[in-house]
């Protein structure tokens, strides 16, 4: 089974920062992106930004060795986290050119970056989009294609193997583990995207879709997550990925949501896969569902060489490119010739969610309905309030923020 990779829309954010020490590592950052691309030779060079952890780099660096010999170009690979590439991408826009030629965004953020990228030519791309996943090229169509999965992520349930002996298969079952470990269920309920992450799959098992916050389907989730909420670990109220991660290694919890990343952790700490093992999400009235995560491709709309760029491109998309990108750095490939694992092992619960990966809408307004769905389940969470009321108020409010929307 090749290693979990984290996706880096939704991988831990470390230590929070001051808004001194946030502002110099931006602007760092964009004079690193500026200072790599300006010292090196812009004939037959392409730049590319990409979201790496220091250990990838070497393996995504020999697939990139790979187009460089087939086609004559050099590539310089400038490792960055999501933020920095967004602010890098969204400057050199206002400037009206700049020296970057392909960017890897965070699906979170297509939507608000989608009017800095070109449209691509989907003719020649008539080779490569057929083998990619329908789900995962529908995310990158806003105001026709501008995005191309470079690798996916998603979420299984976590579980304590020795503890639970199997994982709930169901929401009944998930129900009475939680009241028979009260305190041993956590959720990532600090208020940021995590949290939508986590709720989305429970309006999506129920029949629900993620613009609609008051039909029938979205009450019965909150109805379940209403009983679910008092055998909640206390420390839910503030769990992200790597705190809720930490809480299981300690064994202050049994069972959580998280991304392939933390099997990785869990592995390096020798918890995985015992006891710490993956299962997939429990199922709901309509089936189960996960939330898709991961980065794109795209070409800014002032990239120098932007015909090499979709080059390349295509090339990082190519069985052979993502072939390696599994095996060497456990990437999920968007190619359905590229399988990842073997259903069993320290993975088999995210093999086992593959068919079940839902993207979040693509629209510039998301972020407003995510937050809408992170406060009615804290309101349900964590002050008990009404499931129904607290929806009913969701589908007010966002009611009233698109009549003050304008078209």
């Not at 030779?41 to 995504?60: D, F, I, K, Q």
């Not at 020999?62 to 986290?81: A, K, L």
Request: hydrophobic letters at 50%; charged letters at 20%; glycine letters at 8%.
């Amino acid at each position: 089974m090749a290693r979990a990779a984290v996706g880096r829309g939704d991988k831990p954010r470390g230590y929070p920062e001051t808004p001194v020490a946030r502002r110099l590592r931006v602007l760092l950052a964009l004079l690193g992106l500026a200072l790599a691309a300006a010292c090196q030779p812009r004939e037959h060079t392409l730049t590319v930004a990409v979201a790496l952890l220091p250990s990838e780099l070497p393996g995504y660096r020999e697939v990139v060795r790979g187009f460089e010999q087939e086609s004559g170009w050099r590539v310089v690979v400038v490792p960055q986290q999501y933020a920095d590439i967004r602010r890098a991408l969204a400057a050199e826009a206002a400037a009206g050119s700049g020296t970057l030629d392909l960017v890897e965004l965070d699906i979170y953020s297509l939507p608000a970056a989608a009017a800095h990228v070109a449209v691509l030519d989907e003719a020649a791309l008539a080779a490569e989009l057929p083998a990619l996943a329908p789900v995962a090229v529908q995310a990158g169509r806003i105001d026709g294609l501008r995005f191309l999965p470079h690798r996916l992520t998603w979420q299984a349930l976590l579980y304590n193997h020795a503890v639970l002996g199997a994982a709930p298969r169901s929401w009944d079952e998930l129900l009475a583990v939680a009241r028979a470990h009260r305190g041993g269920i956590g959720m990532k309920g600090a208020r940021y995207e995590g949290l939508t992450c986590d709720v989305l799959p429970f309006v999506w098992a129920a029949g629900g879709r993620a613009d609609a916050f008051d039909d029938a389907a979205a009450r019965a989730a909150f109805r379940f997550l209403a009983e679910l909420a008092p055998t909640l670990n206390p420390q839910s109220a503030t769990f992200r990925e790597a705190s809720i991660a930490e809480a299981m290694a300690r064994g202050e919890i049994v069972l959580h949501l998280n991304w392939p990343f933390a099997m990785s952790l869990f592995a390096s700490q020798g918890l995985a896969p015992n006891p710490i093992r993956a299962a997939p999400l429990p199922a709901g009235p309509a089936g189960t569902a996960t939330v898709l995560g991961g980065g794109y491709l795209a070409i800014p709309r002032g990239a120098p060489q932007a015909s090499e760029a979709l080059r390349l491109a295509r090339y990082l998309l190519s069985e052979r490119a993502q072939r390696h990108l599994h095996d060497r750095l456990g990437w999920f490939s968007a190619r359905r010739d590229v399988v990842f694992g073997n259903g069993s092992g320290l993975l088999a619960g995210f093999a086992a969610m593959h068919d079940t990966v839902r993207a979040r809408p693509a629209r510039a307004d998301y972020p407003r309905m995510s937050r809408l769905w992170q406060e009615a389940f804290r309101a349900v969470a964590f002050e008990r309030a009404d499931p129904d009321a607290a929806l009913a108020a969701a589908a007010r409010q966002w009611a009233t923020e698109q009549a003050r929307t304008p078209e």
